[in-house]
């Protein structure tokens, strides 16, 4: 540190001087106090340096991640799935399985402006302070986001931003905030799609990794999320694209497009945003880290996602491996889908290997494996025969149409069915959380 003391000059009253000798004693004193005071300051700058601000966001050091006071936390989370980014399956359809096709069949039943009324009140039942709350008693820390590109920017309106959708991502922070959780932002559904399927609410090709336009949407909207919530501290960071790049055949010809559009997106953060986490998942469905090289960022973390394979180590080393040679945090952003034995088992698994965990989903339609699920409404039966005979010819989808009555009907009680004090509590599934 420079120590700069003041020089007095003939112009200055408290000590004139005549050819650098102090005139008087009077002016030497009041000289002396002056050096004197200026030392004082410095020595207090000097005392301040050894108490540096504290760090006020979770970060990686190593294999772990760090709370601000520097204490290790393993998270343990859940995913708030079928909210901002629904799902076909979780209202037990099977034809309608992307966000877009449940939008079209729910204006099929009861026209559009109902739709976007029901839409609306959807989004404002489904996920609630409640639910937060209820998440932090059972003993969870953190939350991860999935979120559609198109809740922030309509799809044929590049650079329109739309604040109702933010005000949804807010909404969740601020209550997470309060009741003491972690957010994960999830880009779950990218623009022109990171996968080609209903996942990412695309038409049926991983679009994204063949247009520069697309990629540049990416960094827009990330640019955009990392303007908004650079400050908050609830978040613990950014997962930049959610299961990139199916395993399905002719596909592993993107693989060499991920990581440098990871270093793009992630450049374009840092910009704006140098604390947050930056969350990287491999190619082929969050699986294939082999497409990575080493960290091109301090603050990573590694995320793979897990379903439906023998909760056993094995299924799980090659990320080990991947972890000791990057000296990198690990995560398991997704799994479930299965027995609370396998749950349990797998969890546990992922603990001893000091691999926090986020499973899917919170809630979704009558189904044990979610820590809550809902009722089917009255006349739903109706909506799925419908839904299911869609793509047969216009005289045989009138003969499944149900009444209008009976849509409507069957969507108002399904926003009652999915309010917080509506639904049902999976104990098992709790239990094999290890939450009490």
């Known amino acids: 540190m420079n120590l700069n003391f003041v020089v007095a000059t003939p112009n200055t009253p408290l000590a004139p001087l005549k050819r650098g000798i102090i005139s008087d004693t009077r002016s030497r004193g009041k000289l002396r106090l002056l050096v004197l005071a200026n030392l004082l300051l410095c020595l207090a700058c000097i005392s301040g340096c050894d108490n540096a601000p504290q760090p006020r966001f979770v970060r990686a050091e190593g294999k772990q991640l760090l709370t601000p006071a520097g204490e290790p936390i393993l998270l343990r989370g859940m995913n708030l799935g079928n909210w901002l980014m629904p799902e076909g399956y979780m209202f037990k359809f099977e034809a309608a399985t992307a966000p877009w096709q449940i939008q079209q069949l729910v204006k099929e039943l009861v026209g559009p402006a109902e739709a976007n009324a029901f839409w609306k009140k959807f989004q404002a039942n489904y996920i609630t302070r409640e639910d937060v709350r209820y998440l932090k008693q059972l003993g969870l820390n953190s ?174 080393q090659e990320y080990l491996d991947f972890r000791a040679k990057h000296n990198v945090p690990l995560w398991l952003g997704e799994s479930g889908e299965n027995t609370d034995e396998w749950i349990a088992t797998f969890r546990t698994l992922l603990e001893v290997q000091n691999i926090g965990w986020c499973f899917w989903p919170y809630k979704k339609m009558a189904a044990p494996s979610c820590i809550r699920s809902f009722d089917k409404p009255p006349y739903w039966d109706e909506v799925i025969a419908y839904e299911k005979a869609r793509n047969l010819d216009p005289e045989k989808i009138k003969q499944h149409r149900p009444p209008i009555a009976h849509s409507r009907a069957a969507l108002a009680a399904l926003l009652e069915n999915v309010r917080f004090d509506r639904t049902r509590v999976n104990e098992g599934y709790i239990a094999a959380l290890g939450m009490k």
Request: with cysteine; charged share 20%; aromatic share 14%.
């Open 143 to 316: 939350l991860r986001l999935p979120f559609n590109y198109k809740l922030l920017t309509p799809e044929d309106y590049p650079h329109v931003w739309l604040e109702e959708g933010f005000a949804l991502l807010d909404s969740a922070i601020v209550w997470s905030k309060a009741e003491g959780l972690y957010v994960i932002l999830d880009m779950h559904a990218a623009p022109c799609g990171q996968t080609g399927t209903n996942i990412d609410d695309s038409v049926g090709h991983p679009w994204l990794f063949e247009s520069a336009e697309c990629q540049d949407r990416l960094v827009e909207v990330w640019r955009k999320l990392a303007a908004r919530y650079r400050d908050e501290t609830t978040v613990i960071g950014y997962d930049l694209l959610n299961e990139p790049i199916p395993h399905f055949e002719g596909y592993e010809k993107f693989n060499p497009q991920l990581e440098p559009l990871y270093k793009r997106v992630t450049a374009a953060i840092r910009e704006i945003d140098p604390h947050h986490v930056i969350f990287l998942g491999g190619a082929q469905w969050n699986s294939n880290f082999k497409v990575f090289g080493p960290p091109f960022d301090k603050n990573f973390v590694y995320t793979f996602h897990k379903y439906w394979t023998p909760p056993e180590q094995a299924q799980i």
